[in-house]
């Protein structure tokens, strides 16, 4: 891992095992399957639900910068805590999380690489004990507006013509899916892609355990493409969770200066008035 633009933000399986007594070391499992964690967790992790921990409970947007600390305090975490995320789906919610951590200004953040499945295929322990740690006082700062895209900066991409990294499947690409299957909440009245964005399913960024390809491996996919370090790149989803993982690959992998997680994703632009639409296999 050390080969990667930002090795320290990953971390193996052996770390975390090494790590599990560490009092300045926060788990914090986060996962797509809400009842997961309940069914067993790395010893001390902590559960942060993408839906009703992280996102705002009325409004389409996340939590506050005051709910952010309120979170962080429920968890034990201080602002000088090293947080390290994992999940399942190859650690889409993790990543998300992280981003969002990012976004209120948390300096220590890793990931895991290889989420939950790697743990688990190696055997490791896991356990359904409830866990509590006593409560911080947690300082947030920003938001870090610069790794987050709106719909504006993403007309204006489109407009310009830079780039746009589509990361859902090929059939959602196209148009002949509206939302992934089971996933019916998160579809939209209209399928297909922004016009100009390129298809880079987030998958082909992982290998068959979950952990990341090589550097060079990465840097083959997206340059492939057209998507290069000196440009200003926006990626995007259906929610944000898997643009999220294709953010964390180019910024802190691949080393991208410029490079923003849209999370208002398909979900707003299929649904969004006047808004510009491609179907098939486009750019």
Known sequence: MTAYAHPEVLVDTEWVAQH????????????????????????????????????????????????????????????????????????????????LFEYYGHQDRRVMNGGRAKWVSEGRMLTATPLAYPPTTYHATGPAKGIRAFRDDVMHHLESRQPLVDVRSTKEYTGELLHM?????????????????????????????????????????????????????????????????TWFVLKYLLGYPRVRNYDGSWTEWGNLVGAPIEKGEGA
């Open 20 to 99: 599990l007594n560490d009092p300045q070391v926060r788990l914090v499992e986060s996962d797509e399957d809400a009842l997961l964690y309940e069914t067993g967790h790395i010893p001390g992790a902590v559960k942060v639900d993408w839906f009703t921990t992280l996102q705002h409970p009325v409004r389409r947007d996340f939590l506050t910068k005051e709910e952010f600390e309120a979170l962080c305090s429920s968890l034990g975490i201080a602002n000088d805590t090293t947080v390290v995320f994992y999940g399942d789906k190859s650690n889409w919610f993790a990543v998300y999380a992280f981003w």
């Open 181 to 245: 299957p089971g996933y019916p909440q998160e579809g939209a009245q209209r399928g297909g892609h922004i016009p100009g964005a390129v298809s880079i399913p987030w998958s082909q960024a992982v290998q068959e355990d979950g952990t990341f390809k090589s550097p060079a491996a990465l840097r083959d996919l997206y340059q492939a493409h057209g998507i290069t370090p000196d440009k200003d790149t926006i990626a995007y989803c259906r929610i944000g969770e898997r643009s999220s993982h």
